[in-house]
């Protein structure tokens, strides 16, 4: 390797590692801010990890050296002179009380993880009734949980299956129109969800579908992203296997279901893992179309902590951090099958 493509690669590392650090400050933020005291999130330091000063029986722990000895005491006055501590260690000094300069003592300091947050913050807010009376006085992060657990799964569920139809319709079948009708559902790609989200909101007002299940699983079932994917997927299956499914006897469906679903795992995976985590993270729609505390999901249930005065920032990070844990185990499990799928579907579309 030359000295030039040398050079070209550690400036690419060095790029990437740039780009790296600058995703992962702010998360590493949030989890210590997560197990930070109330009392120490505002306070400007370079600590990730939050400390306190240790505590002995008599008092609060100072350190200091006496005569090049390192030791540790307890405050008992403070003068003009300095401070005067009762010494505790080491054992050989203990009991002794000395004055130094107070420029020279400094707390003796520990870490200290405030774990309760993470109960504090799935305690903090209730709901008296969810799911029909079924939970009454839950947690309402549990209620939210459970929501966002029935929403995804359920959108995603819905979106690979119709996406699935529509691409296959789309590559495998013949039929008039179908390249003009495939561009006219591309097109809605162009289109800005922001724009769409009043029609269809006064549609699901007419059904009187608004502030249930039904509004936040229905409109995100059928996706234009999902069907160009899977087709451009769909379109590397040689046509000889149908042909000899055909020749079997095998119908459309059963060719769909038996032959074009199960070697296309990897697109399926990696559509499944990109609805998830868009379902999972959708804040806007849930907050328009949602209004009952007992039918909200996660992401707009963090928006409890924060108030018009005063943000509970320590609990708000907490709850940030069980929200983020199952799309961090989502995208672990589906990693493999998440870069094969847009590779394949990528390159030869």
């Not at 540790?72 to 002794?96: D, I, K, N, W």
Request: proline share 5%; net charge positive.
């Amino acid at each position: 390797m030359s000295a030039r493509n040398m050079g070209l690669k550690a400036a690419a590392y060095m790029a990437l590692g740039a780009i790296g650090l600058v995703m992962a400050v702010p998360l590493a933020w949030m989890i210590s801010t997560s197990l930070k005291d109330p009392s120490q999130v505002m306070v400007a330091n370079d600590r990730w990890l939050p400390r306190r000063q240790v505590m002995s029986k008599y008092g609060p722990v100072y350190a200091t050296a006496v005569d090049g000895v390192a030791v540790r005491g307890t405050q008992v006055a403070r003068s003009p002179r300095g401070r005067t501590l009762r010494l505790l260690e080491p054992a050989a000094m203990a009991g002794r009380t000395v004055t130094v300069a107070a420029s020279k003592v400094r707390p003796v300091e520990q870490v200290h993880l405030h774990w309760g947050n993470y109960a504090a913050a799935w305690s903090a807010i209730k709901v008296e009734s969810a799911f029909g009376g079924l939970l009454r006085n839950a947690d309402a992060f549990l209620i939210f949980y459970i929501n966002s657990i029935l929403v995804a799964v359920a959108v995603t569920l819905g979106q690979v299956f119709t996406s699935s139809l529509a691409a296959y319709a789309f590559a495998r079948l013949r039929f008039p129109g179908r390249d003009s009708l495939f561009l006219g559902y591309l097109a809605t790609l162009m289109v800005p969800a922001v724009i769409t989200m009043i029609p269809v909101y006064i549609l699901l007002s007419r059904l009187r579908l608004t502030d249930s299940y039904w509004a936040l699983i229905l409109p995100a079932m059928f996706s234009a992203y999902g069907t160009f994917m899977l087709r451009q997927f769909f379109l590397t299956i040689p046509r000889d296997l149908e042909d000899a499914a055909r020749i079997d006897g095998a119908g459309l469906f059963t060719i769909y279901w038996r032959i074009i679903m199960p070697l296309s795992k990897p697109a399926l995976a990696a559509l499944t893992t990109f609805i998830f985590l868009h379902t999972w993270n959708e804040f806007m729609w849930p907050l328009i179309v949602i209004d009952s505390l007992q039918l909200k999901t996660l992401p707009i249930g963090l928006a409890h902590f924060q108030g018009p005065y005063a943000t509970e920032w320590h609990l708000l990070m907490a709850a940030s951090v069980i929200v983020m844990v199952p799309v961090l185990l989502v995208f672990i499990a589906g990693q493999r099958y998440f870069v094969r799928g847009i590779i394949l579907s990528g390159i030869k579309g």
